[in-house]
């Protein structure tokens, strides 16, 4: 079972920038396609971003041109860059494998921004 350690997140204003890093552990994880998630108070958990192995990336429409998904398999590492960052963009932010079965989930990374 590979493990997931999301980190990166924090307080900041809206405008502002942050960078979110995915560790995974295992051999596995350059060989599969991954998602960033985020789940609002009271939302469900959604998609933001993905990369597959080959890195070709797709975007929601709330984070296409703001946020840039990328990968190290060397460093069995994904990363998430949220520029311009919206008080809507508030939440808990998860990495995880694109398609189901879902490895276990992490604690996730809190991303806050004030108005």
């Known amino acids: 079972q590979v493990q997931l350690v999301e980190s990166g997140g924090g307080l900041v204003q809206a405008g502002g920038f942050l960078r979110l890093s995915c560790a995974a552990s295992g051999t596995i994880f350059r060989l599969i396609s991954m998602g960033w998630y985020r789940q609002a108070p009271g939302k469900q958990r959604e998609l933001v971003a993905s990369?597959?192995?080959?890195?070709?990336?797709n975007y929601a429409d709330s984070a296409r041109g703001r946020f840039t998904i990328s990968r190290d398999n060397a460093k069995n590492t994904m990363y998430l860059q949220m520029n311009s960052l919206k008080p809507e963009d508030t939440a808990v932010y998860y990495c995880?494998?694109?398609?189901?079965?879902?490895?276990?989930w992490g604690q996730g990374t809190q991303v806050t921004v004030s108005s």
């Open positions: 990369i597959t192995s080959g890195l070709s990336t």
């Open positions: 995880n494998k694109l398609n189901r079965p879902f490895w276990d």
